[in-house]
């Protein structure tokens, strides 16, 4: 196993994911140099978590055109390029950062063609312009994540260690590297700042337990492991100072869709009066959408509750309900972190992402 640990693996135009599926047990890297293949990784969850996710989708599609054959010119290339870009979007729902990379790459191309407008552009030049933007999303991603781990552990008094719960996984393996909250829960220990981390298991799929755990464990970081249900006790007996959570889509009033189970904390810590941070890059936010209602959520297989590594754990013929998502409301978050500072809330409580977005911008 290298020092770091890598989702993603990419050099010379050839892309490696890790199998996620395998973790912790086996640590196994596969190629995914064709945009089906980054389709399938994403769709069977090989790879996971929202930044993850685009940026596996551009790096394959851009080591695909690096070996596609010259048959294309300008037109029929950006068409091809078009057609995977919505393929690739097809793998997965939830998670905003797929479609706005889409939407990016296709911008970018789209400029580039009307800029060269009735000159030499090639279709060459153009699939390089695909793949430099494409390799620019993975270096991209971790200087985001840990200007987001400053500006998260600036959230919590210098004076004193802190107890921090999270959800799900949103480290290293959910992102390019370094991670989102993890990443403030990385920054925060790196600071002496860490008392101790709590990880929730993340029923049904285990993201925390399989992932969050290997990763705590893997950088030596303080931590504990608690089921989904004992997070609310946990609140009232371990003297917890802050919840901090990922996400998968942040709309322009704060509400965020993030791994099932994120909304009851969320309502847990407002009882006990622990703040509650959800940390997500740019790339996160979606002002498209007005309110958390609009949000699609990805409902999973039902094998998911009812198995565990294929043996089945519940009762046969129960009917079962598995979104793998939900909604907090912005008026249950204390702060969304982002790597352009947090966004903070008016006088009534209330978030107004665009206005934050567009002073920063
Ligand atoms: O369904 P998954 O495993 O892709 O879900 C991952 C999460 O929900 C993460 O918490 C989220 O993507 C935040 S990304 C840093």
């Not at 509750?305 to 043996?311: A, D, E, K």
């Amino acid at each position: 196993m290298s020092q770091n640990l890598e989702a993603i693996r990419y050099k010379n135009n050839k892309l490696e994911i890790l199998n996620q599926l395998l973790l912790p047990d086996l640590f196994t890297y596969e190629d995914c140099s064709s945009a089906t293949q980054g389709w399938e990784a994403i769709h069977t969850m090989k790879v996971r978590g929202a930044p993850a996710i685009a940026i596996t989708a551009a790096l394959s599609l851009a080591c695909e055109l690096y070996n596609l054959e010259d048959q294309f010119n300008l037109q029929s290339l950006k068409k091809y390029i078009f057609d995977k870009l919505d393929y690739l979007c097809t793998s997965r729902p939830t998670a905003v950062n797929l479609f706005r990379m889409c939407d990016e790459m296709k911008f970018i191309i789209e400029k580039e063609c009307l800029s060269h407008e009735n000159k030499n552009l090639t279709a060459q030049y153009l699939k390089n312009i695909f793949i430099e933007n494409a390799e620019k999303l993975l270096v991209k991603d971790i200087q985001d994540n840990m200007a987001i781990g400053r500006f998260g552990a600036e959230c919590f008094a210098a004076s004193k260690k802190v107890k921090i719960l999270t959800h799900c996984n949103t480290g290293s393996l959910a992102t390019s590297g370094y991670g989102t909250a993890l990443g403030i829960i990385r920054f925060l220990h790196a600071q002496n700042k860490l008392e101790h981390a709590f990880a929730t298991e993340t029923r049904p799929y285990n993201q925390g337990a399989r992932l969050t755990a290997f990763e705590l464990v893997f950088e030596k970081i303080p931590a504990t492991l608690i089921t989904d249900s004992m997070a609310s006790f946990l609140m009232k007996e371990k003297g917890i100072d802050g919840v901090i959570v990922g996400a998968d889509r942040v709309v322009a009033n704060g509400d965020t869709a993030n791994k099932i189970g994120t909304y009851q904390l969320a309502i847990a810590a407002a009882y006990h009066n622990i703040p509650f941070y959800v940390a997500a890059p740019i790339t996160s936010i979606d002002c498209s959408k007005l309110s958390g209602a609009e949000i699609h959520i990805e409902e999973r297989p039902k094998q998911e509750l009812t198995h565990i590594n294929g043996v089945q754990i519940a009762a046969k013929g129960i009917d079962v309900w598995n979104p793998s998502f939900d909604i907090t409301p912005g008026i249950l978050i204390t702060g969304i972190v982002t790597e352009w500072g947090v966004i903070p809330k008016n006088n009534k409580g209330e978030f107004n992402v665009k206005e934050f977005l567009l002073k920063k911008q």
